[in-house]
């Protein structure tokens, strides 16, 4: 049962005067932009530093830990969010993705988990607050809770349909811990994202509630599916209009999709989706379909020209860029879309 007593986080309100008025924008892909920097294993722990920056130690390597890097190379995650912000982007998101006891066990650093997330909410906090002492406009920072690695819904073992390798109440507790440290550190929204897997999405849900009862006041939560293949549905098996109406009961601020195919290919579900939901709607997709070396290739004006078509539409009222999108395609896509008003939530 979710609890819809408490009173709702201050931010709401404003987020909904501005989400009335214009198109909202969240930020690009974190992941890309950390690849850039070229970090090594060093930079990623943050060892040589003058004093470790942190006191959780594994024995495993962290290089491709993006997550830790709120920790041992704070400054380097802010400048990236302060640089979307300065783009245009209206909502930043934290780097933590992967901030939960089941996706960090394969560093081994479960007990970090507190940590990143509370620090991960402040780094994107400095960020917004920088910007808005720059500029005068608000920014929100949207906590962000990836899929895991896991699946609770679907066996990883051919011989074994029955088994699962994360249960309902495995993910529910990780999410809760992850949760709580993101609202300590300052999280206005909570975004569910990159979710292949309804179940997870549901147990992520579940647990943001759990934790909004601890804090006393409800958090605006985005919910985000992903679509992996031409057939239009989820890894679970949904289609856009199912996966909406699993994730209704909570009421979201936004639901929509990212990542995975480009902005041609995730149209039509968008469409869909802006068809039945009674909440507001977000789409952030890929720079489109990364090439051989894993690279995105689509510049910013094309990805622009293809987000500025839902706007266009009428079905999208937040959008911003997933994996391969930098702060020069958020900004192609804030001016794109800046002339078309938001999508009307369907009575
Ligand atoms: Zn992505």
Redesign the pocket.
């Given at each position: 049962m979710l609890n819809f007593s408490l009173p709702d986080a201050s931010c709401l309100a404003t987020l909904r005067t501005l989400a009335a008025e214009r198109i909202l924008i969240l930020d690009g892909?974190m992941?890309t932009m950390i690849q850039t920097l070229n970090m090594t294993e060093e930079d990623f722990t943050g060892h040589g530093h003058a004093g470790c920056r942190h006191h959780h130690h594994s024995d495993h390597p962290q290089k491709g830990n993006n997550d830790l890097l709120v920790l041992t190379q704070p400054e380097a995650v802010e400048e990236i969010q302060f640089t979307f912000a300065m783009a245009g982007a209206d909502i930043l998101e934290t780097n933590t993705f992967s901030s939960t006891t089941i996706a960090q066990a394969d560093y081994g650093l479960e007990a970090a988990v507190h940590d990143l997330n509370v620090a991960g909410a402040r780094v994107a906090r400095r960020a917004a607050d920088r910007a808005e002492a720059r500029d005068g406009r608000p920014r929100f920072v949207a906590g962000a809770v990836g899929p895991t690695n896991r699946t609770a819904s679907i066996s990883p073992d051919v011989n074994d349909p029955g088994y699962r390798a994360v249960s309902f109440d495995d993910l529910r507790l990780a999410y809760g811990q992850q949760i709580d440290g993101l609202i300590e550190g300052g999280a206005d929204l909570i975004l569910i994202e990159?979710i292949f897997d309804t179940l997870n999405a549901k147990a992520a849900i579940f647990a943001a509630f759990e934790s909004f009862t601890r804090a006393g006041r409800r958090l605006p939560i985005m919910i985000s599916g992903?679509i992996t293949d031409a057939s239009g549905r989820t890894l679970s098996g949904q289609t856009p209009t199912a996966f909406w109406h699993s994730v209704a009961h909570a009421r979201p601020f936004t639901v929509g999709l990212?990542?995975?195919l480009g902005a041609e290919a995730m149209r039509p579900h968008m469409a869909e989706i802006a068809g039945v939901a009674t909440a507001l709607t977000c789409a952030?997709?890929?720079a489109g379909l990364p090439n051989a070396f894993g690279e995105y290739d689509e510049g910013p004006e094309d990805t622009a020209r293809q987000v500025a078509g839902f706007a266009r539409e009428g079905i999208v009222n937040v959008v911003g860029g997933?994996?391969?999108t930098t702060p020069d395609h958020i900004r192609a896509i804030a001016e794109s879309v800046a002339p078309f008003p938001p999508r009307k939530v369907p009575a």
């Open positions: 892909a992941g990159t992903t990212n990542c995975a952030y997709p890929n997933c994996c391969g």
